[in-house]
Every structure is written in C-alpha cells, then in structure tokens.
C-alpha cells in the first residue's frame, strides 16, 4: 500500500487566520494512527481542544478520521489526488478549527463537508467524473481468487453508481458506505433532512434502473 506520509508533511508556510500556530502538527505516521491517551476523549471534547491549538488533541482526531476521509475522497478522485485531498483537508481543520462551532454541526460532519467540498473542486476541473471503483478496499481484498459472478455484481453496482447525479450519489456514499446518519449527512451536503432523504429515495430508484438497464444489455 501507497505510504501516507503525506500525513506528516511540514505546514510552515501555511497562513494562519488567528494568533494559534500555523504549523499543522508534525509526527510520524505511526504516531498519528496509533492508540493514544487522548483516545477517551470525545471529539467535541478534541475539537475545543484543538482550538486552542492544542496539537495531541489535533493528532488523536486524525488518528480517528484519516481512513474514512481519504475512503470518502476516493469514491471522487484517484488516490493520489485523494491524499492530496486529505493533507489539505486536515490543514484546514487545524488552521480554521475555530470555524467549527459557527457552523452548527457535530465534527465528524464538519470534517467530512471539508473533504467533500475539496472533492467537488477537484471534479470540477475534469472534463469526466473519476472512474475510480465505488468500493476499491473491498474488491482488493478479495484477491486473485474472488468469485467471477461477484466482480460482475461489484462492476455493475460500480458503474451505476457512477452514473447516478452527484448529489443522488454522495447522499448514498455518506448513509451507506460512511455509516453517517441522515442528520450527518444533510450537515454535510449542506441541505436539510427532507431534501437529504428525498435524494436518497431518487437515488436509490435511480440506482435500480442503472443496474437493470445494464443487465438488460448484457
């Protein structure tokens, strides 16, 4: 697996937006994603912390978020642009943490809504949507030996969810693959719970046609 490296990279030259240290915490990848005695704390509890630019605090929140944010971005984006993605995302959470409670949502949507506008951007200077795979981890770990009838399954879901209006798609992304609930989702998309449902509802009928459609040309 690619190293996450970028993790750690120096943010020195980062402006900052307030008197806290403009340099994102620096440590060793094995020290972000390993248990820590900050690992009781609640991620409230973290992200007041890290507003006062407490940097252990900032640590353990990454340690806790890395792997479903740089999943989530993959779902937009290639790996590499999905890191890209990630390193931005956390120096944004470190330098504009102060932002968090003006915007009326728990931190785990905060974080995500970062990664997801930072995706947006990416896609909007591409001619085409990323033909990344909807569920890489997953078909990667079935390994040479993985069922034929199921990699048909996994590629038609992949390419009918590719297919479906973004919004529809990311609606389904954040309930179902990122375990969000719907309040955590619509924090994210920005929308309220009845639109986020709606879009799921439409999303999901719209997943079903792809799917049958794709079968019916088979």
């Not at 038609?156 to 389904?172: G, H, V, W």
Request: glycine residues 2%.
């Amino acid at each position: 697996m690619k190293s996450t490296h970028f993790v750690t990279r120096s943010m020195a030259n980062r402006t900052a937006v307030s008197k806290r240290p403009t340099t994102m915490p620096a440590s060793d990848v094995t020290a972000v994603l390993r248990h820590s005695p900050w690992s009781a704390e609640t991620d409230h509890g973290l992200m007041s912390l890290i507003q006062t630019g407490n940097k252990p605090a900032f640590t353990e929140l990454a340690r806790r978020h890395i792997p479903r944010m740089l999943s989530f971005a993959q779902r937009y984006v290639q790996r590499s642009e999905a890191e890209d993605i990630l390193q931005e995302a956390l120096t944004r959470i470190w330098l504009k943490a102060n932002q968090w409670r003006d915007c009326g949502s728990s931190p785990r949507s905060w974080l995500m809504r970062i990664v997801y506008n930072l995706s947006m951007d990416s896609l909007r200077k591409q001619p085409t949507l990323s033909e990344q795979p909807i569920d890489e981890q997953a078909a990667a770990s079935n390994g040479p030996a993985q069922d034929y009838e199921q990699e048909i399954k996994q590629q038609q879901l992949d390419k009918a969810m590719q297919d479906l209006p973004e919004r529809q798609r990311s609606a389904i992304l954040l309930t179902v693959y990122q375990a969000m609930s719907n309040r955590e989702a619509a924090e994210v998309l920005e929308v309220s719970v009845d639109a986020l449902e709606s879009l799921l509802s439409r999303g999901r009928r719209s997943l079903k046609q792809n799917i049958s459609q794709q079968q019916g040309e088979a």
